[in-house]
Nanobody, 115 residues
Framework: QVQLVESGGGSVQPGGSLRLSCAASRSLFDNGIMSWHRQAPGKERVLVAAISTGGNTYIADSVKGRFTISTANAKNTVYLQMNNLEPEDTAVYYC?????????WGQGTQVTVSS
């Protein structure tokens, strides 16, 4: 069983920054996609950013220019760098890894942006 452990969430003021990390219990990113999703209270979970094995990235329009996604540690860790945070970014952020037909989710980490 693969586990994804997320960290880096917290509370910040508008304009602040946070970096989320998602570490897999074993290297599994041989041919797949790692992504970050978020779910605000009362709303559906949505895709925020994704990165493929080849390094291709996707950033949602709502966070483009403020968030970046990257990998490290032989691609068993994925990061979400979040800059210039806005109150609308408040949500639980989830890491997801898809390898072949296997889908893994992290437990979620809370990000709160408030003055």
């Amino acid at each position: 069983q693969v586990q994804l452990v997320e960290s880096g969430g917290g509370s910040v003021q508008p304009g602040g920054s946070l970096r989320l990390s998602c570490a897999a219990s074993r290297s599994l990113f041989d041919n797949g996609i790692m992504s970050w999703h978020r779910q605000a209270p009362g709303k559906e979970r949505v895709l925020v950013a994704a990165i493929s094995t080849g390094g291709n990235t996707y950033i949602a329009d709502s966070v483009k220019g403020r968030f970046t996604i990257s990998t490290a540690n032989a691609k068993n860790t994925v990061y979400l760098q979040m800059n210039n945070l806005e109150p609308e970014d408040t949500a639980v952020y989830y890491c997801k890894v898809v390898v072949g037909t296997n889908i893994y989710w992290g437990q979620g980490t809370q990000v709160t942006v408030s003055s």
